[in-house]
């Protein structure tokens, strides 16, 4: 256990100021995410050096497309969420604080992704910013030694903790749920103008990919889906956009997402967005990188391996610029 960063006291409570939820909590209370808790008349972090899952993964299966395609990343999640999706695809680790964990530090971490020859370290699996203070510290540990550090993250913090851990971030894949407050209140218990905020404080200076899980007869409407492309294209049209395919999890039994209504949404996404990709999806097709000026294959990514067709970050067809880091 170790002191959280960011409470403030009000009279006999705490209340806690790392995300929008502001929970405002008595001794012994744990807050919504269920992971950070007062005792003693402190806010503590119950997750600090407690790791459910470790991987050496594909930097693409965050999905991130256009972060060091082709490289291995070590990935580290712990257990806690600030939300409470009925469709939680890692339910068994998310909302179990039971689950076994192992302890590593933050030291340890970055020993074992220089151990692994990893590019850096993905902070996943379970909602990496619940567990803040354990990333600030590993990831201010892995920038010393030339790592880089990844989100992978429902974006519900507020500006100020984020601001703090930003400068050691390198990439963050953001799933953003759907684009409507119903949504997040009834089906997340969340809100999405936080994370509409998140993005806008994130794309201006770190690479940010976007995620939206499609379901059906929730969020996949034409026109929630041209609100969401709308607003990404009112931030840059270059950031890559993956729509993936629901499949019934945790607490939704609606039925998978038809292929047919990826491709609409993918289709409705090209005609504004540069970069837009099929997840959970059969077609090689879905996950190549094209080029937004002349439609050549660019990036070719199968399951085996990635082949980068570029000349520098350039096009080698018409020159146009891929927004890519290498």
Partial sequence: MKEALYYTYEEDKIKCHLCPHYCLLA????????????????????????VSAVALDPIEK????????????????????????????????VHDTESRTETITPKEAVHLALDYNSIGIAY????????????????????????????VTNGMINPEPLKELLPYIDAVNLDVKAFTEDFYREICKGSLNPVKRTAELVYQDILLEITTLLIPGLNDSEEEIKELVDWIATLDISIPLHFSRYFPQYQLDIP?????SLIRAKEIADKKL???????????EYRNTYCPKCNKEVISRNYNSVQINLDGKSCSNCGQEIKVIL
């Fill in 256 to 260: 998978p997402t038809s292929i047919d």
């Fill in 62 to 93: 965050k999905p991130l497309f256009h972060f060091y395609p082709g490289s291995q990343i070590l990935s580290l999640g712990t257990v806690g969420c600030n939300l409470k999706c009925k469709f939680c695809q890692n339910h068994n680790i």
């Fill in 124 to 151: 996943t699996y379970s909602e990496p910013l619940v567990w803040y203070e354990y990333i600030l510290e590993t990831a201010q540990l892995a920038y010393q030694k030339g790592l880089k550090n990844v989100l």
């Fill in 27 to 50: 001794e012994g209370q744990n807050g919504r995410c269920q992971v950070r808790k007062v005792e003693d008349n402190r806010l503590i972090t119950i997750t600090y050096n407690q």
């Fill in 274 to 284: 540069d970069y837009v990709y099929l997840g959970n999806v059969e077609g090689q």
